[in-house]
């Protein structure tokens, strides 16, 4: 069988958004595995698999468990860390963070540009694959760039870039 590499994407990630994920999945295989594990072999005890609803809930879950499990092994295994020593503040790259004035309403927004898996919106923390990142990186501080955005095109402005 030939492998298929089209899944498998690389993402960038810092030291501590790679110790994450490694901990994530540390947690799903040596806490949550053995507990659906046994949540089977109670449901099975309990007799007729048939039309016992406690053993399909936990298979399921079981399902849903190693589905995870292999995605984050995915994710871990195309995981490429970002030398933070690397990084300027010339241009929009990953891990800047890049203050913009939205030239429509003149509000000003600061965002750090992350890795899909280190994105939080309430810590301003934006992925690298949003539009808006896409649309800001590889660019200087006083360009203006035009975003689209679901709700059509934004005219931006970039103020300041930072570490």
Known sequence: MQEDHTMSK?????ETGLKKLKDELAQLE???RPRISKQIAEARD?????????YDAAKEEQGMLEMKIAKLKETIAGSRLIDESKLDTSKVQILNKVKIKN???NKTMTYTIVSESEANLKEGKISITTPIAK???GKKVGDKVEITVPSGKMPFEIMEISL
Do not use: H, I, R
């Open 135 to 137: 649309g800001l990186l």
């Open 30 to 32: 040596s806490v949550e």
């Open 103 to 105: 030239l429509k309403t």
């Open 46 to 54: 309990k007799g007729d698999l048939s039309e016992n609803a406690e």
């Open 10 to 14: 690389v993402s960038y990630v810092t």
